[in-house]
Each structure stands twice: as C-alpha cells, then as structure tokens.
C-alpha cells in the first residue's frame, strides 16, 4: 500500500508541533478546542440534576481483559501505552498525542473498571473524581461536543455503581458534573456538522429526558432522533457511512433507548421498532464465522461479544438474506465460506469524511478464519494510519497505478477529505442450484484512463473453490484511444495477520492458525507476496499480501490477458 503520511505512531514521541498539524489535518472541525462563551456556561449551569429516575442499563458488554490491564496501571491505546507511576491518573502525565487524549478522555474503558470486583469499582470511582478536579468545570480539548457526549453516556452506563457509591458529596459533584456535559452538548447540537457526534448527541438526549428529567422534553428529543435515523439508516437498515460497526453501535444505542422507554412504562415509538429491525438485519448480515463483523470503511473487526450480546436483545430472530442493494454490499456463502464484497458508491456528505476507497474489494473468510480482509481500520490506532488505509492500495482489490477508484475532494464545512464515487458501480447476480455468479464493474479510472473494472466471482458446492476474474476494458463508446502506451495495475489480496502465507509451484499456500488451508492459484505471470499491515483489531500488525502486477492494453476489449486476471481460491 501507498506510504501515509506519519507514520511514525509507536516508533517514538513526534513533536508537539507534528502532532498539532496532524490533529488539524486529520480532525479538522471536530478537533478544535470547544469554546465557552458567558452565555453558553449559564446555559449548561442550569438546574443541577435531582438524581436517576432511571438508569441505564448497558447492552454491549465489558471487556474484562481491558479492566485487568487498567488495575495493572497499564493503559494502552493503538500502540501507545502509558503506566503512571503510584497509581497516578493517566492525564497526570504527558499525553503521547492528542489523538491518545481524545481516546482517554472520552472513557471508553470505565464501565471495564468494574469487572474487577470492589477494587475495581473504587478504581472507576477515584479517576472519575480525579478527572473532574483536573477538567470538570471546562476545558477545551476535552469538552469538545463529540468526546463531551462519550464521556456522558459512558458514565450513564456505569449506573448506580458510580452515581450512588462513595461519600455522598462525591456523588453530588459526578452528578453536577454529568449534568453540565449533557448541557453542553445538548446547546451545540444544532451547529453540529459531524454524523457521529449528532447520532450520539441525540441519543444523549433521549436519554436525558428518561433518567433525569421525568420526561420532560422527551418527545422533541425523540422526534430529533426519528429524524436523525431516517438520516443515517438506508431504508435496508445499513448505515449511511457504509461501515458495519457504525451500524451496530448505532443499534445498540437504540436497543439501550428502547430499554429505557420500555422500563419507564412508556410507550416505544415505531420508528424506533422499525430501525432497530432492520440495523438488526444488518448486522446479522454481516456476521462472520467468527461473530465478529468485516472491516469495510471505517469499521473495525468488532468484538464477537458484542455482536452475539446486540443480537440477543432483538425481540425476534434477525431476517436473512444475501443481497442488501440501498447498502451496496453482496454476500456469498457456503457452508463455512463466507465472502461480502464490497459494490456501493461512496457515502454522500457528510458521511463520507471517513469512508474509504475499497470499490469492488471483498473479504473472504472460512468459519471462524479469516483469509482475504483488507489493512482495516481502528478508533484506537493513531489518525495517520486512520487516514493512511482510506486509499484503494489498502483493499483487496484492483488499482491503476497510484489512482484511487475513488476521487478524494475537499469538504468545506468539516475540513475533512472525502470520496467521491465510483461512476457506475453496479454488481448482477446470478443463483442456480449450488452455483453463485457475481458479476461487478465500475468506471471510477473511466475519465482518467479510459478503463472499466470489471470483477466476476464464482463459487458452487461445498464453497471450497471460489474464482475470480478481474479485468480491464475500453468501452466501445469511448473509441480508440490514440496512445497506445501501456497502463500499470496492481491488484491486491490482502492476508488477516493470522495467516501464513508461503510460495510454492502450485501457488501460494495461505494457512491460518484457527486451522483452515487454502491455496491461490493464478495463470498470471506476476504474482507475488509482500508486506502489509492490519489494524481492525486495535493495534498495528504485520501482514501478507498477495499482489498481482500488470500493464493494460489501453484498447482492449478486457477478454484477454493482460487486461484479464484470473484467479482462484482452493480449500486444501
């Protein structure tokens, strides 16, 4: 894949002022420092919340590894970790980036904290208090909307455990506390441009009129959140950014609200039921093997924990089905192989700012093994590398030199940079007994090369052979291109970091460690193996890919080599 820029995460401290730039070009708007004026600090001082009318109850589970390793005083994000000395709080010391403030800062890992026993409950309680003494009144990184508003649900979700425990006037400042950055937020949600921080602003919201205020405001929030799903769900209940964790985390939320509602002995709204059937669905949709989720845009190879703990809360089996056409995404499944690929345009504005350009790119899997992924992606790993594998060379699939399918532009309001297209991304499928056709094409290099990609899959029987062919043509509408220079591709198959891949004369033999063997096999002259990375599982990891190396006819009709590949794997 193409070098990013920065990458030089885990490889020693950058400067502030590297850092700085990053954060800016890499976070734009929703990085800056949130602002305070007279007005807005009378606004979140409001009424003090009188305490819980209702807690909520959590949906996804803890992490009890990630709680050990927060008692062991190690805390680690991506690849930077950090051990305060004497128990210390992790923010006592400099941060390694802004990138590992803003993932502390949100607290992600506190409901973890109370897997460990009373220990661990005190833990919480100690870095919650001592977190409000360093930042509760405001300050500026740390009270951005978006960090503002995980921070408040993830304290919600810790429940009594957090806000009835301690010295009583311990428990009045959390809750003071709490009530202020629910506020804060709330106030900014109308300027807010960042889908992310919206969802969950909106969600916060509900949430609010439930726990504390007796259900005041509760319908305007609800009517606020109807209208953000409409906004954020495709009507075949994927999310709009493409991304299969988005999608769940969003359900969950939503099964956390409905728990609420239900509990407080009101009435479920339908919008609600609806949404959360069809996100439910989807992510039945897109469950592998190994119960986790694939890693298409910016979504991660999700826990199985809390894939198997969403789909437990539906109040009835997930609906399946193999094509989910408003997505963009087609599934091919036999037996223990599984395959999605990945046939939708990019996201449109604003949802795009972290889609990525992977047009045509698939991941294939056998059971709980995951062969062909691509370089995935990571809340936890640092921004370079988030933006790094956005580009075409980190997905399985095919690229014209160091062309993206997709053209990256500039959006104005967020900063941020975005994808654009492919033109005419499309995909046809063909079923008949035990045979799956799936034939894809699009013109994302037709403008600037002259090229349509066409992809074609092929599996039947037990799923142990799945084919493929890749090509490029000239459409017959554009005429003869005058230069007949030849055009450079590559194309891709990324390895998961748990498989072994090694060269042989009958291909290249690809063994995973969950046990699985397949072999790929391809009649083109170029093919090779070399180094990759993989970050879906939170941190930065070696890995294989195959490449398969070429230059296109510039008039072909796509029929012959070079501009057709094939190529195939075979269950050993």
């Known amino acids: 894949m193409h070098d990013g820029p920065g990458l030089d995460v885990g490889q020693g401290r950058r400067s502030d002022e590297d850092d700085a730039r990053l954060w800016d070009r890499f976070r734009g708007r929703s990085g800056e420092p949130a602002k305070a004026s007279p007005v807005h600090r009378l606004k979140i001082a409001g009424r003090r919340p009188e305490g819980f ?15 050990e390793m927060l008692m062991r005083g190690v805390w680690r994000i991506g690849m930077d ?41 005190d833990r919480a309680r100690f870095l919650v208090d001592d977190w409000i003494r360093n930042f509760g009144r405001f300050e500026g990184f740390s009270w951005r909307p978006g960090c503002a508003a995980d921070r408040a649900w993830n304290w919600m979700r810790c429940g009594a455990a957090l806000f009835e425990q301690g010295e009583s006037q311990l428990t009045e400042i959390r809750l003071e506390t709490l009530g202020r950055q629910i ?36 319908a305007d929030a609800l009517d606020g959140l109807e209208a953000e799903c409409t906004a954020q769900f495709f009507p075949d209940g994927g999310h709009v950014s493409r991304a299969p964790t988005r999608g769940l985390r969003c359900l969950a939320d939503l099964i956390a609200l409905k728990d609420l509602l239900t509990r407080g002995d009101r009435d479920v709204p339908e919008f609600m039921t609806r949404w959360i059937d069809r996100a439910g669905g989807m992510v039945a949709f897109f469950t592998s093997g190994d119960g986790a989720l694939p890693t298409f845009h910016d979504g991660d190879e999700s826990w199985p924990e809390a894939v198997t703990a969403v789909l437990g809360e539906l109040d009835s089996p997930p609906r399946r089905f193999s094509v989910a056409p408003k997505s963009g995404f087609h599934k091919l499944s036999k037996h223990n192989t599984w395959l999605v690929l990945d046939a939708g345009a990019a996201p449109a504005l604003p949802y795009g700012d972290r889609a990525h350009s992977g047009a045509l790119s698939f991941e294939l899997h056998d059971g709980d093994a995951r062969i062909v992924t691509s370089c995935g992606w990571s809340a936890e790993v640092d921004i370079d590398f988030q933006e790094a594998v956005r580009r075409t060379s980190a997905h399985s699939t095919l690229m014209i030199g160091d062309e993206d399918a997709c053209r990256f532009t500039h959006n104005d309001e967020t900063r941020l940079l975005y994808p654009v297209g492919p033109d005419g991304i499309s995909a046809k499928r063909l079923e008949e007994e035990d045979e799956i056709w799936l034939d894809a094409q699009h013109g994302g290099y037709k403008a600037s090369r002259g090229f349509l990609h066409r992809r074609r899959l092929f599996m039947a029987g037990g799923g ?32 998961h970091p748990t498989i072994s891949a090694r060269a042989s004369d009958e291909g290249i033999l690809l063994t995973s460690s969950h046990g699985p063997t397949w072999r790929f096999k391809t009649s083109h002259p170029d093919a090779t193996l070399s180094a990759s990375i993989y970050m879906a599982r939170g941190i930065v990891e070696p890995c294989q890919q195959i490449v398969l190396s070429g230059a296109a006819e510039p008039n072909s009709d796509g029929a012959r080599p070079p501009n057709c590949v094939r190529w195939a794997f075979l269950k050993v």
């Open 464 to 495: 142990d052979r799945l084919t493929g062919e890749d090509s490029l043509a000239r459409p017959v509408s554009a005429g003869r291109a005058e230069d007949e220079t030849a055009v450079p591709y590559v194309i891709r198959f990324h390895l």
């Open 183 to 218: 506020q804060h937020v709330l106030a900014l949600l109308e300027d807010e441009a960042d889908p992310l921080v919206r969802w969950r602003g909106l969600a916060l919201g509900v949430a609010n009129a439930l726990c504390f205020e007796r259900g005041r405001g509760l």
């Open 81 to 121: 970790r950090c051990v305060p000395e004497g128990g210390q709080a992790p923010w006592t010391m400099p941060m390694p980036s802004r990138h590992y403030a803003d993932r502390l800062h949100r607290f992600d890992w506190l409901v973890d904290l109370f897997t460990q026993g009373e220990a661990g409950a």
């Open 53 to 67: 009318s209702l807690y909520m109850r959590p949906v996804l589970p803890r992490d009890e590894l990630r709680g």
